[in-house]
Structures are given as C-alpha cells and as structure tokens.
C-alpha cells in the first residue's frame, strides 16, 4: 500500500512569491491533516479535512495561507505571499477515520523563503 | 509553558544500554497518547500508543500516569538503530479531537 506522498520534497522560494504544497493521503482516507516544524520548534498543527470539509483550522498561523481538498483526495496547502518565517518543514498527514488513531506521516516538503 | 514537555537530549548510551525518556502535558482532558520516532530529516513514525495500565512491545515499554499528567518511555537493550528523535505526542480536546500536539522530542544516540 502505497505512504502518504507529498510534493515537491523541497522548495526555495522569494519573499513574497506563492508556492503551492500538495499532499496525497492514503487511498481511502477520509481525514487529511497538515502540520509544520519550524526550525528549532516543535511540530505544529495547522488544519484537518474531513473529506472536503474543513473539521478544524485552528492552527492556521493566518490568511496568507490557504488550503484546500477538492473532491476529498488530495490536499493543496498554498502560502502567499510567502514571508521568511514560514520557512520550515510541512509534514502531511492522513488516517482512515476518527476511531482508527493512527496518523500516517508523509515525507515532509522542506521550505525556504529567503 | 508548552502543551507537551519533554527534555530536548541528547541522550547519548552504550549499546545494550537502558534508556528512559519522561514527557509531562498539561491539558488533563487529553485523550490519547504516543511515543513517535522521527529519523533525521524523515518524517514522525508511530512507535506505540500509550495506555494508562502500561504497554510493552518488545524492548519498548510505555506508561501513562494520568493523575500526574506523565507519560515514560523505556527502551532496554538498546542498538544502535535505536538512536532517533523520540516524540511524545497528545491527542485530545484542546482545539479539537484528532489534533496531535508534539513535544520538542528527546534526542537518542547509541553509540558502540
């Protein structure tokens, strides 16, 4: 059975371009979640779908950052514009349902706003 | 003061050496607890959940003291595979149910 996969596994981008990230859960997984680790800090939640739906975005840091999950497959996350703070790792994650608790990590996107 | 405590490490052994890692959160209403390993620049990986009567999966034993709000690993025998960052992880109430919040993680090196 194939991990969670996420695209690209590293990016160097400008202060104040947009970079796209994209997570594809495993197949059959309804809830998605997004998290990040800053350099030094503890990984952090940011949003969790419910299929489509967002269930919870309380993590969110603020409104240059957007996600979504057309269709309920896979997740986009987008920064714009992106600021030097948001460099970090973004870590995917996804798990069946709410009573199977295990989260499946994906591979993590590296990001580097210089 | 953080949500997840733990002691950064590193925590360097002798092979076949017995470790213990401590983590203390602070939510009471936490639900579900964890012990993840992440590698250097992997991703976290889900060591073994964590249960108030204790749990055991090999070299690897868990417990949970949920009035003092402590949760243990302890690895025996330790190899040098062992060596990784050791995550302890809460689930709960605080913000929303499936939400895991993370310690800084404790650093593991076996050396030989």
């Known amino acids: 059975e194939a991990g969670v996969t996420q695209f690209p596994s590293h990016s160097v981008i400008e202060k104040g371009q947009t970079v796209t990230l994209r997570c594809d859960p495993i197949?059959?997984?309804?809830?998605l979640y997004w998290y990040r680790r800053v350099m030094g800090k503890e990984i952090k939640f940011l949003l969790h779908?419910?299929?489509?739906?967002?269930?919870?975005e309380s993590g969110m840091p603020n409104n240059r950052f957007l996600a979504e999950r057309t269709g309920g497959t896979y997740s986009t996350l987008k920064v714009q514009p992106a600021e030097l703070e948001d460099s970090g790792v973004y870590f995917c994650?996804?798990?069946?349902?709410?009573?199977?608790?295990?989260?499946?990590f994906g591979p993590g996107t590296r990001l580097l706003v210089l | 003061r953080k949500e997840v405590e733990q002691d950064p490490g590193p925590f360097n052994v002798p092979e076949g050496a017995t470790v213990a890692f401590n983590c203390t959160y602070s939510?009471?209403?936490?639900?579900?607890f964890f012990w993840y390993r992440q590698d250097c620049r992997k991703e976290p990986k889900l060591l073994m959940s964590?249960?108030?009567s204790g749990n055991e999966d090999g070299r690897f034993t868990a417990q949970l003291n949920r009035a003092s709000q402590y949760i243990s690993l302890l690895i025996r025998d330790s190899k040098l595979s062992d060596s990784a960052t050791y995550l302890c992880?809460?689930?709960?109430?605080?913000?929303?149910?499936?939400?895991?919040?993370f310690g800084t993680g404790t650093q593991l090196k076996v050396e030989l």
């Open positions: 994650a996804s798990s069946p349902d709410r009573l199977r608790e295990t989260q499946y």
């Open positions: 197949s059959g997984h309804d809830n």
């Open positions: 779908f419910v299929k489509e739906s967002k269930q919870d």
């Open positions: 939510n009471s209403a936490s639900q579900s």
């Open positions: 964590v249960y108030s």
């Open positions: 992880v809460v689930k709960g109430l605080t913000g929303g149910g499936n939400k895991l919040t």
